[in-house]
Nanobody, 114 residues
Framework: QVQLVESGGGLVQPGGSLRLSCAASGSIFSIYVMGWYRQAPGKQRELVAHITNGGRTNYADSVKGRFTISRDNAKNTVYLQMNSLKPEDTAVYYC????????WGQGTQVTVSS
């Protein structure tokens, strides 16, 4: 069982940037797809970006052009670079493998506010 630990969240002003990290306790090399999800208050958790182990990426329309997902299989880490942040990006962000769905980590809070 892989355990996932997210970090890098915080309070940022609109237009700002943050870089999230997701450290896995085991090897992610063989995990085909890794993704970042988010859950805003009162809303369902949604997948905002995912990446294959070959580097192919896909994004939700709401973050396309602003967020970039990447992975470092050697470090067992997945990243989410978030630029041009908007108040509607405020949420708890989680990583997971969409095709497997390990136990959820605690997530990392991202708050975009002036």
């Amino acid at each position: 069982q892989v355990q996932l630990v997210e970090s890098g969240g915080g309070l940022v002003q609109p237009g700002g940037s943050l870089r999230l990290s997701c450290a896995a306790s085991g090897s992610i090399f063989s995990i085909y797809v890794m993704g970042w999800y988010r859950q805003a208050p009162g809303k369902q958790r949604e997948l905002v970006a995912h990446i294959t182990n070959g580097g192919r990426t896909n994004y939700a329309d709401s973050v396309k052009g602003r967020f970039t997902i990447s992975r470092d299989n050697a470090k067992n880490t997945v990243y989410l670079q978030m630029n041009s942040l908007k108040p509607e990006d405020t949420a708890v962000y989680y990583c997971n493998a969409p095709q497997i769905l390990y136990s959820w980590g605690q997530g990392t809070q991202v708050t975009v506010s002036s």
